[in-house]
């Protein structure tokens, strides 16, 4: 079956479901996530009165899965805070995804692993001044994280902010990253580069 005839099964409003990321960890075994989230009204602008965003709701969630190369995927539908953006997989069984937050939250990304073998999932990153954008999982070597630290209270502002890169440097689990300003766009080799960085790094939560 393809995605696109996958996609349709959902019994969500096809005008408020957005697919966001594609993700496969070798020829057979794959996921796309989504969410499907009616919009809010807004009289301003988020930027012009930021004290005033709304809180945070509950969308759905979505997550197509295969373990065919695509022949057949499965659905599945969940109420979750925030927006799964990004996804990786790697060969060996280890995931990470990206949950956002577009409205007034607590943090404003949050960052969990799973074994896409067991299904277990765990959360391995949040931090109130790290807006956690993309992901890399490379085969080897530990993941990256990059994030933007928000000028103020928004954590997606036109105010440019400074970009920083975090990697786990101590175990698979991913709870202790190191965090720098990030000094590259693209590596041709892994692992990233990363230079020294001053001072204690950032908690997990």
Same mark, same amino acid.
């Given at each position: 079956m393809a995605p696109a005839a996958v996609a349709d099964e959902s019994k969500t409003t096809r005008d408020f479901t957005t697919y966001a990321c594609i993700a496969f960890a070798n020829s057979t075994t794959g996921l796309?996530?989504?969410?499907?989230?009616?919009?809010?009204?807004?009289?301003w602008p988020d930027w012009m009165l930021p004290e005033s965003r709304p809180r945070e709701l509950p969308s759905v969630s979505l997550?197509? *899965?295969? +373990?065919? #190369?695509?022949?057949?995927?499965?659905v599945s539908e969940a109420s979750l805070f925030g927006r799964v953006t990004q996804a990786r997989l790697a060969p060996d069984g280890r995931?990470?995804?990206?949950?956002?937050?577009?409205d007034a939250f607590d943090w404003?990304?949050?960052?969990?692993?799973? *074994?896409? +073998?067991? #299904?277990?999932?765990?959360?391995?990153?949040?931090q109130k001044d790290r807006a956690v954008t993309d992901l890399a999982l490379p085969s080897q070597g530990p993941a990256y994280l990059a994030?933007?630290?928000?000028?103020?209270?928004l954590p997606r502002s036109p105010i440019p902010g400074s970009s920083k890169c975090s990697a786990a440097t101590t175990s698979p689990t991913g709870r202790r990253w190191r965090s720098t300003t990030a000094p590259w766009a693209a590596a041709p080799s892994w692992p990233?580069?990363?230079?020294?960085?001053?001072?204690?790094?950032?908690?997990?939560e």
């Open positions: 796309i996530a989504g969410w499907s989230k009616r919009p809010r009204f807004r009289r997550l197509l *899965d295969t +373990h065919d #190369g695509g022949a057949h995927w499965h995931g990470l995804n990206l949950i956002e937050f577009w404003p990304a949050e960052v969990f692993r799973f *074994d896409w +073998h067991t #299904g277990e999932t765990a959360r391995v990153f949040r994030a933007i630290e928000p000028p103020g209270l990233l580069p990363m230079p020294p960085t001053s001072g204690s790094p950032p908690t997990p």
